[in-house]
Structure formats: structure tokens, C-alpha cells
């Protein structure tokens, strides 16, 4: 037998010493990938902060803290997950449920809970309990669900989801729909379904729009598809951005020396707004060797979905996935002027900490998933 293919694959080996990996439950091609595009992450805010050790110093806190999360949640057997599931879902809507009552205020939105020692955001855990308790209500049922057992699934995608756009949070709650609505996917569901839901979410915008949606997002919409109608305003950020990355061009202007950030000239360059800062000093090339190494992550998270062993693991490592294939689009999209802002960082690139312990957790999952897999013998 190959051991080398088969320890790719994931199959079960002896543990090799304190060190090993596969000891601690970690995936090497997804380890190695994420080593890889946080250590790029950090080159490039290095140059987004003005060179500043102090935000570098912090950066490396929170990252040091998102491996140690990872590290941890890859030693929790995916059964065990399943048995937290409702349990964990139940203790998120309580907590969401409060930020409206007891919530922090912070740049005019009510989304933090002060809990003494630290402050803590419930809609950043929901990103992953979502997923894990739609899939661990899905995959009790037959495949493909039925009609009322995908309504109970968008139901649960739903509540979380509402509560979260009170604070108001639309960004979030869009990640977090497209979680739900991921499990839903990957069951196989009919795409008569798919079809009547994309009529409704249509023709609901219009109340969305009215309704449901603040004035600046309203604003932030209406500036996407118009910006250069308020350059000096609400179309200030996306028009900086958009030259920023076209004054890049093929090569770059080099590391540290890029005039939109380097002269103040672009907004939020550290963190919604840093893919930026990358496509002007390192341009196409260095955009595209980007890409390629989100797409490694993306390819591999794919990959240990396909070789779960049940339904759960399969429909959770496929959603998270697919999750993190989202925040990348939204970003890079929203940067370039192709969607809206709605305040989504890159992925494990911008500076801030919530949502790098999310990621990395999610990744763990990924990770107990594939190590944790049991040797069938036929």
C-alpha cells in the first residue's frame, strides 16, 4: 500500500511522534495553504498600515490566536459535533437575541455583546453553527428533502439571519444565508425549487428595498450602479479603489510603494479595502498568484467534502467551503465596483480579529473532518 497516497487521502495511520500531523489532526495541503496566504496577508498589510509594528504586532496576536482555535476545534470528532449542533444553534439565537437589549453601540451599529474579560459579536459564531444545524437537521432526512423539509431548513437560515439585520448587520446575514442555502444545494434538491426560490427572492426585493433596508444601504446600492454621481461622497470609496487597482497594471508598483494607499488617498486600506493595496503594488501577476492560492484552499475544502464518510460532514465541509468561496467573491467584487459594499474583508488578508477566529474555525471543522474519517474495509 502507498502510505503516502493513502495519508493524503486521508486514511488512518499510527500516530508518528508529539509532532506529527496527523497526531493533532491537521490536514498538511490545507495547513500549508493557509501558512502560505496569511503569511502573504501579512506582507501586504504591513505596507496598508503605513509600516506600523504596532498594528503588525496585533495582527500576529490575532492570528496566533485563530491557529490555536483551529488547532482545537480539529481535535473535536465530527460526531460530536452533530451532538452539539441544536444544542449550540439554540445558545446563538439567545445571544443574538440579546444584542438588541444589551448590545455595545459601535459606528452607529448595536452588534457586540460585553461579556467582562472581552467583547464578543454572536453573529460571527452563526456564520458556522448555521450551516452545522441545517446540515444536522438535513441529513436525518431522506436525499433529496422534501418540500417541507427544505421550508424548515430556509426557516432556520432565516431566524438568524433576520436577527442579525435589525443590528443592522447586511453583510453578515448575507454570509450566513448563502451558508444555510448551501446545505440546501449540496442535498441535491430539485432545481424546480431552485427556480421557485429565485422567484421569490425576486419579487420580495421590492419590499426588501422599502421596508426592510437602511437608508445607507439603500445609498450604497444606488452609489454601485451609479458611483461618479458623489465622487467626493458616497462614491469616494469605490472610485479610489477602482483606480487603485488599474494604476497597478501588469507588474505592480512594488511593494510599499503604492501611491493610492501609500498618500491616504484610499479608504479602509487595512481592512475591507486592502485587496486594493495588493493590486497596486504587486498588479495582474501578483493578483492572480492571489487567486491561486485561495483556490488551493477552496480546491482542497472541496475535496475533503467529497471523501466524507456521511451525509453531515458532506453537506457541513461543503458549505463551509463554499462559504469562504463567497467572502472572496464579495470582496473582490465589492472593491472592484462589480457588487456593492456591504463591509465584507478579505478573507484571512484584512486586518481585524473576529473574523479571522471564524475562518479558522471553520477550517478546523474541515480539518476533523478529513483526519477523523474512519478505515472501511470492504
Known amino acids: 500500500m502507498n502510505l503516502g497516497l493513502d495519508s493524503y487521502l486521508g486514511q488512518r495511520e499510527p500516530a508518528r511522534g508529539v509532532f506529527s500531523l496527523r497526531r493533532w489532526h491537521l490536514d498538511w495541503p490545507l495547513l500549508l495553504s493557509l501558512l502560505v496566504l496569511t503569511g502573504s496577508g501579512l506582507l501586504i498589510l504591513y505596507s496598508a498600515t503605513g509600516e506600523s509594528w504596532d498594528m503588525m504586532g496585533r495582527q500576529l496576536t490575532r492570528l496566533a490566536i485563530a491557529y490555536l482555535v483551529m488547532i482545537a476545534v480539529a481535535q473535536i470528532p465530527p460526531q460530536t459535533l452533530l451532538h452539539w ?42 456564520k ?4 452545522m444545524m441545517v446540515a444536522w437537521y438535513l441529513s436525518a432526512k431522506p436525499m433529496p428533502p422534501r418540500p417541507h423539509h427544505v421550508l424548515v431548513a430556509l426557516v432556520l437560515t432565516a431566524l438568524p439571519m433576520g436577527l442579525i439585520v435589525i443590528q443592522p448587520d447586511l453583510g453578515t446575514a448575507l454570509l450566513i444565508g448563502a451558508a444555510g442555502v448551501f446545505v440546501i444545494l449540496l442535498t441535491g434538491i430539485s432545481w424546480r425549487y431552485l427556480a421557485g426560490f429565485t422567484v421569490f427572492v425576486a419579487a420580495a426585493a421590492p419590499l426588501a428595498w422599502f421596508y426592510f433596508m437602511h437608508d445607507y444601504q439603500r445609498q450604497r446600492v444606488l452609489t454601485f450602479l451609479n458611483p461618479e454621481s458623489d465622487p467626493l461622497g458616497a462614491g469616494y470609496h469605490i472610485i479610489q479603489s477602482k483606480i487603485a487597482i488599474g494604476s497597478g497594471g501588469v507588474w505592480g508598483k512594488g511593494w510599499l510603494n503604492g501611491t493610492q494607499s501609500q498618500l491616504d488617498f484610499l479608504p479602509e486600506r487595512s481592512t475591507d479595502f486592502i485587496f486594493s493595496v495588493f493590486a497596486e503594488e504587486f498588479g495582474l501577476v501578483g493578483v492572480i498568484v492571489l487567486f491561486v492560492l485561495y483556490l488551493l484552499v477552496i480546491l482542497r475544502g472541496l475535496y475533503i467534502a467529497s471523501q466524507a464518510q456521511d451525509c453531515f460532514t458532506r453537506l457541513l465541509a461543503g458549505s463551509l467551503t463554499l462559504t469562504f468561496f463567497v467572502y472572496l467573491f464579495v470582496n473582490v467584487g465589492m472593491v472592484s465596483g462589480l457588487l456593492p459594499v456591504v463591509g465584507i474583508p478579505l478573507p484571512l488578508v484584512s486586518y ?27
Do not use: C, N, Y
Not at 440579546?98 to 459564531?125: C, H, N, T, Y
Not at 458556522?128 to 450551516?131: G, K, N, Q, R, S
Open 352 to 378: 481585524g480579529g473576529t473574523s479571522m477566529v471564524t475562518l479558522m474555525a471553520g477550517f478546523g471543522i474541515l480539518m476533523s473532518i478529513h483526519t477523523h474519517r474512519r478505515l472501511i474495509t470492504h
Open 85 to 126: 449542533a441544536p444544542w449550540v444553534f439554540a445558545a446563538g439565537i439567545v445571544l443574538l437575541a440579546a444584542v438588541p437589549i444589551f448590545g455595545d453601540v459601535g459606528k452607529g451599529a448595536r452588534r457586540w455583546l460585553d461579556l467582562g474579560l472581552f467583547r464578543f459579536q454572536p453573529s460571527e459564531m452563526m
Open 128 to 131: 458556522i453553527v448555521v450551516p
